[in-house]
């Protein structure tokens, strides 16, 4: 946490700041184990000739979560979840004021708006397309009403077919797992076939190999730790340079590791030969290594452009494409990229940094069409301002800036990235590839 935010949390500093009339950004309720789903009861809201609220009642119910199905005016709700995929009409939108205004102020700090919906080129008519198509405004603007008070929105949509397939984004997006996740849309599809659920929800990675590029510091450690957490057998790889914390890193989750340049030729085959070697199988890739070398275009070095597409863009291009031509990556496997919102906006001096992390939506777009029939998702984050050494290097001006200009007003958690990351990487995720998911805390840069 940085120090604005560590002042806010404090009841003292948060009385000066307010006094003093400064934002105080508010703690998120993070994931820890055996804490419940939600931070209340969760509100089901199901507007006329919605098609998804039974498939949300299964999920939320299995997860343990309290449904309720009307509102009493009084009770506070850890989750409001919205089942829109009923609106076909302009007319028929005033259910969104009607269903959640009355709600809104109820909703629990860190609590959740999740709007369930149809995909507008599944529908029917054209009304019916721009109505579905409108929810997107609707819940971005929600994240930005409630995100003062940690609290966060995002948008679901459900493919003809998928309905049965919400249980792992619907966890994942009403838990303290998602903290630093708002104004998303996420796409539930039914493209790739596999799971929608694991035997254990409390370790939804028993019995998977993660491996992690990047592992030794910062998010790709953080990635390491939370998959140990939640189950998986990790293999740690980073640059030989980074072999002494790596090792270390690599001994504290009980994995193994492979001090690896992302960038060598025969960085694929050498990933192959390991995790064949010491674990049998690969059943999770992050592509998480990652670099900047920033300045102007104008005053860009040739090298500093070579070197951030060759290790954020090319090696992540190479080592999936291999690895599954290979049969490394195989039915049920998961492909992971980390992107970032200078990815989505650009950004001032980082044009090749942009561009390589463009790259890797682009890889996401192509190799998600392209693996899907073989049974493997590929999706990736893109985060906005997470606190890690590559921030620290940020000037002190852009990076308060990168901080509070967010609807939940703070920098995100390494764990905030890594929660994500693996949610995508979950077995039970079949149902979601092709998605580019912001783990940004909904910034205006980059929007
Ligand atoms: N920190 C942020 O705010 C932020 C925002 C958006 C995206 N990202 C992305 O998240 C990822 C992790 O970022 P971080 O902040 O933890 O960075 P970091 O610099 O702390 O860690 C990056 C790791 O990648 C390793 N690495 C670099 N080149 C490598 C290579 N050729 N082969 C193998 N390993 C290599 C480094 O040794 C290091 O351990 C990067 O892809 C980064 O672009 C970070």
């Known amino acids: 946490m940085d120090r604005y935010a560590a002042l806010a949390a404090s009841p003292a500093g948060r009385t000066v700041l307010t006094r003093l009339g400064l934002p105080t950004p508010p703690v998120l309720r993070r994931h820890e184990p055996g804490q419940p789903l939600t931070a209340g009861p969760v509100l089901l809201a199901v507007a006329d000739g919605g098609v998804l609220a039974d498939a949300a009642r299964a999920a939320l119910t299995d997860a343990g979560a309290e449904v309720l199905h009307s509102d009493d005016g009084e009770r506070r709700y850890g989750a409001l979840v919205l089942d829109a995929s009923g609106l076909t009409t302009t007319d028929s939108l005033t259910e969104l004021h009607r269903l959640t205004s009355p709600v809104l ?168 030969r390991h995790v064949r070697d010491e674990h049998g199988r690969l059943d999770v890739l992050v592509h998480n290594a990652g670099i900047t070398r920033d300045r102007r275009l104008m005053n860009l ?80 984050v893109a985060p906005g301002f997470i606190e890690t050494q590559m921030t620290a290097a940020v000037p002190v001006g852009i990076r308060q800036a990168g901080r509070r200009l967010a609807s939940l007003g703070q920098g995100g958690e390494p764990v905030d990235v890594a929660e994500t990351v693996l949610w995508l990487g979950s077995p039970a995720s079949s149902g979601v590839t092709g998605n580019v998911v912001r783990v940004c805390g909904q910034a205006l840069i980059g929007a």
Do not use: C, H
């Not at 992107?339 to 790259?359: D, F, L, R």
């Open 105 to 272: 102020r109820r909703l629990a700090g860190s609590g959740r708006v999740v709007v369930l919906a149809g995909r507008p080129q599944d529908q029917k008519d054209a009304e019916a397309a721009v109505v579905q198509r409108s929810l997107e405004g609707f819940t971005r603007s929600v994240g930005k009403e409630v995100g003062g008070r940690g609290s966060t929105a995002q948008l679901v949509r459900v493919a003809a077919g998928a309905e049965q397939r919400l249980a792992s984004p619907l966890r994942f997006l009403v838990s303290a797992r998602s903290a630093f996740v708002s104004g998303q849309v996420v796409e539930v599809g039914t493209d790739v076939q596999g799971p929608d659920a694991v035997d254990d929800w409390t370790a939804p990675l028993a019995g998977q190999v993660v491996a992690v590029t990047g592992a030794s510091r910062g998010i790709g450690a953080a990635i390491a730790r939370t998959a140990a957490r939640d189950g998986a057998t990790v293999v740690a790889i980073d640059v030989p340079a980074a072999a002494s914390p790596l090792a270390d890193l690599a001994a504290e989750v009980k994995g193994s590791w492979l001090a690896l340049d992302v960038t060598s030729p025969d960085a694929a085959d050498r990933i192959a």
């Open 301 to 380: 070095r040739e090298a500093d452009w070579r070197s951030v597409i060759e290790v954020n863009l090319a090696a992540p291009l190479r080592i999936t494409t291999a690895l599954a031509a290979d049969g490394v990556l195989g039915a049920g496997s998961r492909v992971v990229g980390v992107s970032s919102v200078a990815g989505i906006a650009g950004n001032n001096g980082q044009t090749n940094y942009a561009t390589s992390k463009a790259g890797v939506i682009g890889l996401v777009d192509r190799l998600s069409a392209d693996l899907a029939p073989r049974g493997i998702t590929v999706n990736a």
